[in-house]
């Protein structure tokens, strides 16, 4: 059995170095104010709308950076609750194809901030979620539209085509 030495050495802290993300909860995705830095929940069924800072009261932007999801629970929530599609990325540390798309999905995710929310799935860490889409190689790629999957695609995609792929479905 041969293993990528490549692999093993660079684990975790490749994805952090290359792109940031968003974290979520049961009841919605935290996004820190860029005026004053408060972390503020925006509830799954409001990113469709534009919101306020709890503390400063400025305008918060929308979602423009990928968004991690923890758990089944967190996941279902927001794929059955958002009002706007989910884009999902599957996929796994040590995937080079994964470390190399890292930064083509942010870049979707920055350009189509208000189109759809755009959201990570690492599938060693949720495994449950990915058997659920029946994924077999990674990168993979999922369309949630209204809650329910709308299509799915796989391997390395440029932002603009993974955005052109999104956009044709929804």
Request: charged content about 20%; overall charge positive; proline content about 9%.
């Given at each position: 059995m041969s293993v990528c030495l490549y692999a093993i050495i660079n684990t975790y802290p490749i994805l952090s170095t290359m792109s940031h993300t968003l974290e979520s909860d049961l009841r919605?995705?935290?996004?820190?104010?860029?005026?004053c830095g408060t972390a503020n929940r925006i509830a799954?069924?409001?990113?469709?709308?534009?919101?306020?800072?709890?503390t400063c009261k400025e305008t918060?932007?929308?979602?423009?950076?990928?968004?991690v999801v923890s758990g089944a629970e967190p996941f279902a929530a927001l794929v059955s609750q958002s009002p706007l599609p989910v884009v999902i990325?599957?996929?796994?540390p040590w995937c080079g194809p994964c470390q190399m798309m890292a930064p083509e999905f942010a870049k979707a995710a920055a350009q189509?901030?208000?189109?759809?929310?755009?959201?990570?799935?690492?599938?060693?860490?949720?495994?449950?979620?990915a058997s659920q889409f029946r994924i077999q190689g990674i990168?993979?790629?999922?369309?949630?539209?209204?809650?329910?999957?709308a299509?799915?695609?796989?391997?390395?995609?440029?932002?603009?085509?993974?955005?052109?792929?999104?956009?044709?479905?929804?």
């Open positions: 919605g995705i935290i996004q820190p104010c860029p005026a799954y069924t409001n990113l469709d709308k534009q919101g306020r800072c709890g918060l932007p929308r979602i423009t950076e990928p968004v990325d599957f996929w796994a189509g901030a208000g189109e759809a929310v755009f959201v990570k799935v690492n599938t060693d860490d949720e495994p449950h979620i990168p993979a790629f999922a369309l949630i539209k209204n809650g329910k999957l299509a799915q695609t796989s391997g390395f995609q440029p932002s603009a085509r993974l955005l052109s792929w999104a956009r044709q479905i929804v």
